[in-house]
């Protein structure tokens, strides 16, 4: 059973850094993809990163270079690092996770996933 566990949101101010951690069980890394996801109030989920087992990366358009995406397979522990945050960063950010043999590396953000963390809350604001 694929269990995803969120931690690091916090509230800071603009131009301010984060990191979310997402403690992650029951994931093989040699056949998962995982993800970051965001939501802000009364606006659609968006994936704003993701990685695969060859630890190929994609990002959102709005947050490329100043968000990177890692993880540590040996404590199967997904990171989100955001710097320069800005205000339209705040929203509820989500781990997902998703079997993705045969996914195409360069739009890995695209695919469908089913496996979510709770949810941290991040807010930027002065």
């Known amino acids: 059973q694929v269990q995803l566990v969120e931690s690091g949101g916090d509230s800071v101010e603009p131009g301010g850094s984060l990191r979310l951690s997402c403690a992650a069980s029951g994931i093989t890394y040699t056949t998962y993809c995982m993800a970051w996801f965001r939501q802000a109030p009364g606006k659609e989920r968006e994936a704003v990163a993701a990685?695969?087992?060859?630890?190929?990366?994609n990002y959102l358009d709005s947050v490329k270079g100043r968000f990177t995406i890692s993880k540590d397979a040996a404590t199967n522990t997904l990171y989100l690092q955001m710097n320069s945050l800005k205000p339209e960063d705040t929203a509820t950010y989500y781990c997902a996770a998703e079997w993705c043999v045969g996914w195409t590396p360069s739009r890995l953000i695209y695919y469908k996933y089913h496996r979510w963390g709770q949810g941290t809350q991040v807010t930027v604001s002065s």
């Open positions: 990685i695969d087992f060859n630890d190929n990366t």
